[in-house]
Structures are given as C-alpha cells and as structure tokens.
C-alpha cells in the first residue's frame, strides 16, 4: 500500500510562506494527488491537486494566485508551496494519492493512500 509522508508544516505570521512536502517512497508518480486542509472546527476540504503527468491542476478559489502545487517526477514527491498565508488557513494538511479526474472539494472517492497530516498555524 502506498505510504505518504508529509513534511514542512509549522508556524508562520499572516502573510509569510511554508512549502510542504508529500512523499512517497514507492511510486506517487502514477496517483494523482490532492492536499487537503482541516481547519479547526470544520471540515476536511481539498485546497489543490495535480494529476499522475503534472499536466492538470485544480486550485480552490480562494487560493488561486497564492498557492501552487506541483511534484517531482521520478523522486516521488508532490509539494505544495503557500504565500501569502492567512490565519484562517491554519489547519492540518494532508496529502492523498489515487486514481481519480482531479478536483478540489470534499470528495474522498477515488483516494486509496493518505498521509498524516502536518500542522500549519498562521499567526495575525
């Protein structure tokens, strides 16, 4: 089964950047991936995601222009790069892989490995 790692979470002021990274020692290169936000409180929600080949991405609306995603094919790595963050964007991160058509939303469907989560906490 495939494992996923996540790593770069941690705390930032209003405004500053972290860069997370999703790893999957095996193969993430054949799975499309989606990072997933859990803000306190609320529901697990999809932020961005990236097919198998890179050449598809998703943005959730409200971090369009801000956010990025992309990975590195043949190290089996998916990032997720975030500027300009807000306080409400503190959560938990998780990275997922499947087979799936790409989307940002609540859907689960298509997902077979996910990570554990890395904590992000935006400061105002």
């Known amino acids: 089964q495939l494992q996923l790692a996540e790593s770069g979470g941690g705390s930032v002021q209003s405004g500053g950047s972290l860069r997370l990274s999703c790893e999957a020692p095996?193969?993430?290169?054949?799975?499309?991936a989606v990072w997933f936000r859990r803000a306190p409180g609320e529901e697990r929600e999809g932020v961005l995601c990236?097919?198998?080949?890179?050449?598809?991405?998703k943005y959730a609306d409200s971090v369009k222009g801000r956010f990025t995603i992309d990975r590195e094919k043949g190290k089996n790595l998916v990032y997720l790069q975030m500027n300009s963050l807000r306080s409400e964007e503190s959560g938990v991160y998780s990275c997922?892989?499947?087979?799936?058509?790409?989307?940002?939303?609540?859907?689960?469907?298509?997902?077979?490995?996910w990570g554990q989560g890395t904590l992000v906490t935006v400061s105002s």
């Open positions: 997922a892989a499947g087979l799936f058509s790409c989307r940002v939303d609540r859907s689960t469907s298509g997902i077979a490995s």
């Open positions: 990236i097919s198998s080949n890179g050449e598809v991405t």
């Open positions: 095996g193969s993430i290169d054949v799975y499309g």
